[in-house]
């Protein structure tokens, strides 16, 4: 167990639980973990990877039935409960009906990954960058492997430490350290659920793999005992696309922020 100066990551039990459905090895705390096949850690060996770099996007228009739910309302703990039920309360009144992205704070995991733009991924030997439109925001897959850092040290971010290994044809990720919910409102920092905060010691795991030349399947798995009382899986279905990456400057015009207690605002001329 990886205690750190907050809450600690999810117990051994549970992970091992969930890396048994997953395929997920569990890396100790010491050295780095081995896995068989190709793990990509040399451009020859990135050159016999399966090729689905370039871009894609959530697919919402055609695969909604694949999406199931995008909110897991119904497994949450009694105390996650309890939040959500003051969330909705607030609303109603009018506060934390605008988020803190509003402010142009980008969304953390996993909410950044079915943002309403593109994303791109990228292999480099070692490692699967994955560039994100929205909020220019870019994640590092380490696929050298390395474990993560105790959770003592590792300092939370939007993102998150990100560590993966190829099962196959399957790229498995492995993120914690994510910066809990940020911020009223719905879909906020790394919250799970509308007007939820994850925990500090969040694991999602993420299987990403390609189903034809054009489809893209990210079965993610979220394990938060102190949110959820069973780790939650949902199937996400992307598309690839054509073009490139836009500029995005969230802060440039914006006329749609959030008060600190979520109202909307409005800001014209300045921070």
């Known amino acids: ?44 060996q990135v050159a016999k990877l399966p090729d689905w770099q370039g871009i894609w996007q959530l697919d919402w228009e055609h695969n909604l039935s694949l999406l199931g739910g995008m909110s897991p309302e119904e497994d949450l703990t009694p105390k996650a409960e309890a939040e959500y039920t003051s969330f909705i309360s607030k609303q109603k009144f009018g506060e934390d009906v605008q988020p803190q992205t509003a402010n142009c704070l980008p969304p953390g995991m996993p909410q950044i990954m079915t943002q309403p733009y593109p994303i791109e991924f990228l292999f480099n030997p070692g490692k699967v960058v994955i560039l994100i439109e929205a909020y220019e925001q870019e994640r590092t897959v380490y696929t050298d492997g390395r474990p993560h850092p105790e959770a003592s040290t590792l300092a939370p971010t939007f993102q998150g430490d990100s560590i993966g290994h190829w099962d ?26 509308s007007g939820v905060s994850h925990d ?28 959820l009382v069973k780790p939650w899986t949902v199937t996400l279905p992307y598309v690839r696309e054509k073009g490139d990456l836009l500029e995005y400057v969230c802060e440039e015009g914006n006329r749609d922020s959030a008060t600190p207690n979520g109202r909307p605002g409005e800001r014209i001329g300045g921070p």
């Open 1 to 44: 167990m990886r205690v750190g100066v907050k809450g600690v990551w999810p117990t051994i039990g549970m992970a091992l639980a969930a890396a048994a459905i997953l395929g997920v090895a569990v890396v100790p705390a010491s050295g780095a973990s081995t896995y068989r096949g190709n793990q990509g850690r040399t451009w020859a």
């Open 168 to 193: 196959g044809d399957t790229l498995v990720v492995d993120t914690v350290g994510v910066l809990p919910d940020t911020g009223p409102g719905p879909h906020t920092g790394g919250g799970i659920a």
């Open 200 to 227: 500090v010691a969040m694991r999602i795991i993420e299987r990403i793999r390609e189903v034809d030349h054009d489809h893209m399947q990210i079965t993610r798995t979220i394990i938060d005992p102190p949110v």
